[in-house]
Nanobody, 121 residues
């Protein structure tokens, strides 16, 4: 499975961004897709995940109510809509695929190249 992430950039606090992940090269029906971020000098954390087959979602506490993960079968894409962004959301965001949403970031099997999100105050 290959993952291509895009959509990062620089935004002011309170603004919005949408990240896109384009998976290819594998059968996603058994996978959970996730957005994982790594802030400067900190550990990676799973911010949102979605089971490809059912659409069930899960969110990290720090982004609940502000971020929305979704997937589009027709376009074979996964999105992360990020609203009410805060400077603390500044990080490299990775698209990843794994066998469950109840696993740590390091347990995901496939990773994209990462896209930088910077939120200015």
């Amino acid at each position: 499975v290959q993952l291509q992430a895009s959509g990062g950039g620089l935004v002011q606090a309170g603004g919005s961004l949408r990240l896109t992940c384009a998976p290819s090269g594998g059968d996603l029906s058994t996978y959970t897709m996730a957005w994982i971020r790594q802030p400067p000098g900190k550990e990676r954390e799973v911010v949102a995940a979605i089971k490809w087959s059912s659409g069930n979602t899960g969110y990290g506490d720090s982004v609940k109510g502000r971020f929305t993960i979704s997937r589009d079968y027709a376009k074979n894409a996964v999105y992360l809509q990020m609203d009410s962004l805060k400077p603390a959301d500044t990080a490299v965001y990775y698209c990843a695929a794994g066998r469950s949403m109840y696993i740590s970031a390091s347990q995901f099997d496939y990773w994209g190249q990462g896209t930088q999100v910077t939120v200015s105050s």
